[in-house]
C-alpha cells in the first residue's frame, strides 16, 4: 500500500509562488508515474502534470504551461509542483496521485492507483 502525503498549499495572493510536495511511503516510488491533478467546486479533476519514473519526461495541460514546474526526488520519495504567476484561476484541491507502475503517460484518472489527501491552493486577486 501506498501512502501520499501532500503539503504546501495555501493562500497566496495573484503572481505569486507556490511549490508543493507529495511524499510517499515506498521506496518504490522511483518506479512509479507520478501525476498532479486539480478539482474545483462542481468540476471533473483535471491532470494539471505528470512525470515518468525519472523525472526525464513531463508533460503539463496548456493552462500552466510555462508557470509550472513538476520534478521529483527519487532519494526522498518526493514529487513537487512549483507554480508560479498564479491566477486566481489556478485555485483548486490540488492532488498528487501514483501509477502503479512505470508505464508512461498516464492521462486518464482512472489509471492512478494512489492518491493523497489534497492539499487547498487559494490565489486571491
Known amino acids: 500500500q501506498v501512502q501520499l502525503v501532500e503539503s504546501g498549499g495555501g493562500v497566496v495572493q495573484a503572481g505569486g509562488p507556490l511549490r508543493l510536495s507529495c511524499a510517499a511511503s515506498?521506496?518504490?516510488?522511483?518506479?512509479?508515474?507520478m501525476g498532479w491533478f486539480r478539482q474545483g467546486p462542481g468540476k471533473e479533476r483535471e491532470l494539471v502534470s505528470s512525470?515518468?519514473?525519472?523525472?526525464?519526461?513531463?508533460d503539463y495541460t496548456d493552462a500552466v504551461k510555462g508557470r509550472f514546474t513538476i520534478f521529483r526526488d527519487n532519494a526522498k520519495n518526493t514529487v513537487y509542483l512549483q507554480m508560479n504567476s498564479l491566477k486566481p484561476e489556478d485555485t483548486d484541491v490540488y492532488y498528487c496521485?501514483?501509477?502503479?507502475?512505470?508505464?508512461?503517460?498516464?492521462?486518464?484518472?482512472?489509471?492512478?492507483?494512489?492518491w493523497g489527501q489534497g492539499t487547498q491552493v487559494t490565489v486571491s486577486s
Open positions: 515506498v521506496r518504490t516510488f522511483s518506479r512509479y508515474t
Open positions: 496521485a501514483s501509477g502503479v507502475s512505470s508505464q508512461y503517460p498516464l492521462g486518464r484518472e482512472s489509471q492512478y492507483g494512489y
Open positions: 512525470s515518468n519514473w525519472s523525472g526525464g519526461i513531463t
